[in-house]
């Protein structure tokens, strides 16, 4: 049971670095385009990538540390769920440009930041 808390506990403190983030990211971005999701999910992509790596490569990383940073913090640190809301709100609103670009952005810039996270995890 207290791996579950930890794990709640790690959730809420991603949600809100996500909400942070993103809401810091979107205020200078003067733009539409989703750039405060966007960030968080590269941010949280490359972090996934990078702890992972490092943990896997120096062992500090226990079993129930790994459910805390990866289920409980990234898990609700990277907001695929908003991504997706915010292509629907992008669709409703026929922003296809805006739409196609958030797509293939995010889903390239975060296969590549979670590759380069690991390789800098492995490199340290």
Do not use: C
């Amino acid at each position: 049971m207290d791996k579950f808390i930890w794990i709640a506990f790690a959730g809420a403190l991603g949600s809100l670095a996500r909400y942070g983030v993103a809401t810091y990211v979107q205020r200078r971005a003067d733009t539409t385009f989703p750039w405060g999701v966007f960030a968080a999910n590269m941010l949280g992509s490359f972090m996934f990538g990078f702890i992972w790596a490092y943990s896997e490569d120096h062992g500090w990383v226990s079993e129930n540390m790994r459910a805390f940073a990866f289920a409980g913090f990234l898990g609700a640190f990277t907001t695929f769920s908003t991504f997706a809301f915010d292509n629907v709100q992008l669709a409703r609103a026929s922003n296809w440009q805006f739409f196609m670009i958030n797509i293939v952005l995010t889903n390239a810039a975060g296969i590549t930041l979670a590759f380069a996270g690991f390789r800098a995890g492995r490199a340290i």
